[in-house]
């Protein structure tokens, strides 16, 4: 299973990005997908997550009301739609599958290589 990360790059504060996760996988349905976001000098932290059913997404409290995270089984993607983004938003964002997806990180079985968000003042 391969993940892809794609859609960042250098934005004004303000303005929104949208990050797509596409997955190689025929059973993507199957798959939680989570973003999680590591910053320079900092650990990586949970962005939000959608699962396989429902689905349900959930957030970290900090991107809550402005991103939004979706899923598109028949493309085998997952979006992350960021709005409002500010400087504290800047970090390479990844991409994580598994059955289910901790915010810890518990449950992912595959990580993708990340795309670099980066929001200017």
């Known amino acids: 299973v391969q993940l892809q990360a794609s859609g960042g790059g250098l934005v004004q504060a303000g303005e929104s990005l949208r990050l797509s996760c596409t997955v190689s996988r025929r059973a993507f349905s199957d798959l939680a997908i989570g973003w999680f976001r590591q910053a320079p000098g900092k650990e990586r932290e949970f962005v939000a997550s959608?699962?396989?059913?429902?689905?349900?997404?959930d957030y970290a409290d900090s991107v809550k009301g402005r991103f939004t995270v979706s899923r598109d089984n028949a493309k085998n993607t997952v979006y992350l739609e960021m709005n409002s983004l500010n400087p504290e938003d800047t970090a390479v964002y990844y991409c994580?599958?598994?059955?289910?997806?901790?915010?810890?990180?518990?449950?992912?079985?595959?990580w993708g290589k990340g795309t670099q968000v980066t929001v200017s003042s």
């Open positions: 959608i699962s396989r059913a429902g689905p349900v997404t």
């Open positions: 994580a599958a598994g059955l289910v997806v901790g915010r810890d990180g518990g449950g992912i079985d595959y």
